[in-house]
């Protein structure tokens, strides 16, 4: 199978991150490190961060060859187009192993809609390993390396199935509260 997708990332996705599991397996090759240039602004979204299309910050990440199986995944764990876009970039790599130099890739960026939601702490940094590092040490981390202990929801599993609310915290209908998990398991936000 064809490695015909240059992607980086830099957020759940990076080695050592609960998301990586995506990026472990046949379907994905690691590049190297790479850096872009100081045009954009990231922020946390709590679990994971978001980079936004504007600001003057260099964003830090890695940098995968991925098959067309992989992209479709990597778009369905991102909630491409609805809650990420994402666009082409050139990213700097210092650290290839058989591609050095700037690097065309995709980035998954932000909606512009979705702004508001992306009012967490700024990284002014554009490194989420680091800003993890120093605000939470264990925060966001894969437990271990094992990829078994990966638990994933089959298409025809819905989240619901998966966990059991008590009754404190069943899904209510607090329309204040603009995130939700729909009934296949999959988080959105609603403007």
Do not use: Q
Not at 37 to 42: E, L, N, Q, T, V
Not at 67 to 77: I, K, N, S, V
Not at 107 to 113: G, P, Q, R
């Amino acid at each position: 199978m064809a490695h015909t997708h240059t992607v980086f990332v830099y957020g759940s996705l990076l080695r050592g991150f609960g998301n990586h599991r995506l990026l472990a397996g046949p379907g994905a090759i690691f590049v190297g490190t790479g850096e872009t240039k100081p045009a954009f602004g990231m922020v946390s979204l709590g679990a994971f961060p978001a980079v936004l299309d504007s600001g003057e910050t260099a964003i830090r990440g890695e940098l995968y060859l991925v098959d067309d199986e992989t992209f479709a995944a990597l778009d369905r764990l991102e909630g491409f187009p609805t809650f990420y876009t994402r666009r082409r970039i050139l990213v700097d790599c210092a650290d290839g192993e058989h591609i050095r130099g700037a690097v065309d890739a995709w980035i998954y960026i932000l909606a512009s809609k979705r702004y508001g939601f992306g009012s967490g702490d700024e990284i002014a940094s554009g490194d989420w390993r680091e800003y993890v590092d120093r605000e939470e040490p264990s925060f966001a981390r894969a437990a271990d390396d094992d990829e078994e202990d990966v638990d994933e929801f089959d298409d025809d599993e819905s989240f619901d199935d998966e966990f059991e609310f008590g009754e404190d915290d069943e899904e209510d209908d607090d329309e204040s509260d603009p995130f939700f998990v729909d009934a296949d398991g999959r988080g959105s936000v609603e403007s």
